[in-house]
Structures are given as structure tokens and as C-alpha cells.
């Protein structure tokens, strides 16, 4: 009988190895995403987009030494940046299909997707180079830059040991709502951002309808974000996790608007506030998207448990 539950144990243990080895991974990859993010908004800000004329080397060089100062750094150091979590997300790929009796059954193609959405993402990084940064394939690849961030959050999450209460309701529903219009609000930005809307705005152009698109777009994802911190707080039941992911989303959104405000008032001369504006934006949806795959997961979870009693009190 010990010898039973010893093997068992060793067992569990054993297949819990690459579980957790690709939950590590995958938390390292989205932080150095969200990194990535932020260089790569420095780099537009900072009129770096065309330092390197051409791609993928810049100037014809693995490091151009010779033309080194901050907008080639900048450029360089995001096209870097992008190839070794590229290097990551084949290397994340590669260990769920190679582990993928140890795992779950969504996870290699969960990693596959992210391998797609990496390799799309080279492709818009390049043509935003060749095609002079383009408005449209400079917002397509900030939205696909989410789209895999987001991914990987899911996938880290739903990795993530946990053991809900039973107690989130519609949470799931309301969270993911406030994170599809957090998503949609940055791609907003992102089209600020490329086709100079707020400088144009100032002028009097037509792009301020681009730019009132974007204030106006605060409204719905602010209201739904706080409508998720307003239920978590009066849900007593609701698991400490998410109670402190719901402050980290209030405090989050509290923030962008300040970040927002200010970037409006200084007339964008201030870049290290539109980097933050960017960053900030990114880690609320972040923050939502994890809350919203928890929720899930507590809500799934909490079913599965009813109908498990229900059998047991029927037999």
C-alpha cells in the first residue's frame, strides 16, 4: 500500500515537471513582451521607426557599431528584443508538442498559435520598414504585439494552480467585455499614434475625428473595468486573487487616464509619458485578461463540483 502511494506520488511529480517548466517560460516570455512593447513605443516616439533603413540587419550589420547613437539603439534593441522571443516562442512550441503526453491536451496548440502569431508579427515588423511605417501596418502590428501577449497570459494562467470559491457569478462575462474594449481602445491609440492624429488634431484636421474616436472610447472601457473592481469589491465570497487583481485594474485605469490627460496637455513632448501611456494600457488589459481566465476557471470549476455532489447524492 505505501509502496502504491509512493509511486503515485512520484508520479504526479514527475508529470508535473514539464507543467511547470512551460509555466515558467511562458510568464518570462510575456514580461519580456510587455518590455518589448514599451521599447517599440519609444522607438515611434522617438522617430527611431526608420533608424535602420533596411531589414532585418540594420545597415547591412548584426550590430552597426559605426552608426550607433539612441534612435539606431532604439530600433536595434526592438528588433532584438523580437528575435530572441521569437527564439523563445519556438522554443515554447517545441517543449509542448516534445512534453504534450504530460500536459494539457489544448497546450501544443495553444503554443502553436503563439508561434503563428510571433511569426506574423516578424513579418508586419518588417513591412513596417519597407513600406515607410504605413498607418495601418504599424497599427496591425501593435494589435497582433497584444493579441500574442494576451495569448500568453491565458496560457500562463490557465497554468497557474488555483482553487476558486465558487462565488464570481457573471464576473467572467463582465471582465471579458471590459478586456475586449481595453483591446479595442489600444488599437484606437495605436491608429493615433501612426497616423500623428493628436499633433494633426491641434491643427484643426480631419484626423481629429480619429483622435475624439479615441477620448470617446475611454468612456466604455473605463466603465466596464470599474463595473468589474465595483462587483469584486461587493462580492465577499470572491477568491483573494481576484479581489487583488481587481484593485491592480482600478488603480491601472486611474493611472491611464492621468497618463492620457497629461500626454494630451503636454502636446505629446514628453515621451516617456506616451511610452508609460502605452505600457500602462498594455498592463491593464493584462491584468483583465488574467482576471477574466481565473474567473473562468473558478466559475468552470464550480460547476464541475456541483454536478460531481449531485451524482454522489443520487447514487
Request: charge should be positive; proline fraction near 3%.
Amino acid at each position: 500500500m505505501a509502496e502504491s502511494v509512493l509511486y503515485r506520488s512520484v508520479a504526479t511529480q514527475e508529470s508535473s515537471q514539464p507543467k511547470e517548466r512551460i509555466r515558467r517560460l511562458v510568464w518570462k516570455i510575456a514580461i519580456a513582451t510587455l518590455l518589448l512593447m514599451a521599447v517599440g513605443s519609444a522607438t515611434r516616439v522617438m522617430n527611431a521607426g526608420l533608424a535602420c533603413p533596411d531589414w532585418p540587419l540594420c545597415y547591412g550589420q548584426l550590430v552597426p557599431s559605426q552608426q550607433m547613437n539612441l534612435q539606431v539603439f532604439l530600433e536595434w534593441f526592438h528588433r532584438l528584443d523580437a528575435a530572441l522571443i521569437g527564439i523563445s516562442a519556438i522554443a515554447l512550441a517545441g517543449l509542448s508538442w516534445w512534453d504534450r503526453r504530460s500536459l494539457p491536451n489544448w497546450l501544443p496548440w495553444a503554443s502553436t498559435f503563439a508561434l503563428g502569431l510571433i511569426v506574423f508579427q516578424g513579418v508586419l515588423g518588417g513591412l513596417t520598414v519597407t513600406e515607410l511605417l504605413r498607418f495601418d501596418i504599424v497599427t496591425a502590428h501593435l494589435g497582433t504585439a497584444l493579441l500574442f501577449f494576451t495569448t500568453l497570459l491565458v496560457i500562463g494562467t490557465a497554468l497557474l494552480p488555483y482553487k476558486g470559491t465558487g462565488a464570481v457569478g457573471k464576473l467572467p462575462w463582465v471582465s471579458l467585455t471590459a478586456a475586449i474594449l481595453v483591446y479595442l481602445q489600444s488599437l484606437l491609440g495605436g491608429l493615433v499614434a501612426s497616423k500623428w492624429a493628436l499633433h494633426q488634431c491641434f491643427g484643426v484636421s480631419q484626423l481629429c475625428l480619429v483622435m475624439n474616436s479615441h477620448i470617446a472610447g475611454v468612456v466604455p472601457a473605463t466603465l466596464a473595468t470599474l463595473t468589474v473592481v465595483v462587483i469584486a469589491w461587493r462580492t465577499a465570497a470572491l477568491h483573494p486573487t481576484l479581489r487583488q487583481l481587481a484593485k491592480l485594474a482600478a488603480g491601472l485605469v486611474v493611472l491611464q487616464i492621468l497618463l492620457g490627460v497629461a500626454t494630451w496637455r503636454l502636446h505629446l513632448q514628453v515621451e516617456p509619458l506616451t511610452v508609460a501611456h502605452q505600457a500602462v494600457g498594455a498592463a491593464l488589459l493584462g491584468t483583465l485578461v488574467t482576471f477574466t481566465v481565473l474567473a473562468l476557471r473558478d466559475r468552470t470549476e464550480a460547476g464541475a463540483l456541483k454536478v460531481l455532489s449531485q451524482e454522489a447524492e443520487a447514487t
